[in-house]
């Protein structure tokens, strides 16, 4: 089970930090990719950052530089820092999770991941 939290409303230029704590399953030693998805108003869902189980990060260029994703193994957590957020990042935010499909492929919407969280709604006022 992946339960995200930490969504927020904020204004144009701040920062807030998302979390993503699975349960029943370990994020360490297992090798679990695991990343982040959003689907903004009117728009289909989108892979935003990914987390390797080697700990290694990918991101799309949209968030890439503002955008900071990490994940804590002991505390079974994935976190995603936003920084410098804008109206266009104001999105429902999905934490994912796979065995098989890379971190790096969920990035580019090569693959769909097995395991998904029900959500944290991010807005972003101007």
């Known amino acids: 089970q992946l339960v995200e939290s930490g969504g927020d409303s904020v204004q144009s230029g701040g920062s807030l930090t998302l979390s993503c704590v699975a349960s029943g399953r370990s994020v360490s030693g297992d090798p679990y990719e695991m990343a982040w998805f959003r689907q903004r108003p009117g728009k289909k869902l989108e892979p935003v950052a990914g987390?390797?189980?080697?700990?290694?990060?990918v991101y799309v260029p949209s968030v890439k530089g503002r955008f900071v994703a990490s994940k804590d193994n002991a505390k079974n957590t994935l976190y995603l820092r936003m920084n410098a957020v804008t109206p266009e990042d104001t999105a429902m935010y999905r934490c994912?999770?796979?065995?098989?499909?890379?971190?790096?492929?969920?990035?580019?919407?090569?693959?769909?991941?097995?395991?998904w969280g029900q959500g944290t709604q991010v807005t972003v006022s101007s």
């Open positions: 994912v999770a796979d065995v098989l499909c890379s971190a790096a492929r969920m990035v580019t919407d090569s693959c769909v991941p097995a395991y």
């Open positions: 987390v390797g189980s080697d700990a290694s990060a």
